[in-house]
């Protein structure tokens, strides 16, 4: 079983190219573009590590990880 890595990042780019790596080492990917997405896709999906963006719009990567705990 892959353990499961949740990437939060607002940019696309930055979503793809970890998921990209983590990939290739082993690992199955989420990705989440929001702070909100993020909590909802960690609640439904129990990922083992967040990989999170500190500074998105709406809510931040601080006010996400406050709210995953």
Known sequence: MLA???VVDDEKGVRDLLQSFLNT???QVIKA???EEA???AKSE???AILLDVKM???DGV???RRLR
């Open 4 to 6: 499961k890595v949740l």
């Open 25 to 27: 080492t082993g690992y």
């Open 33 to 35: 573009s929001s702070g």
């Open 39 to 41: 909590i909802e896709l």
């Open 46 to 48: 129990s990922p083992n």
């Open 57 to 59: 719009p709406g809510i």
């Open 63 to 65: 006010e996400t990880c």
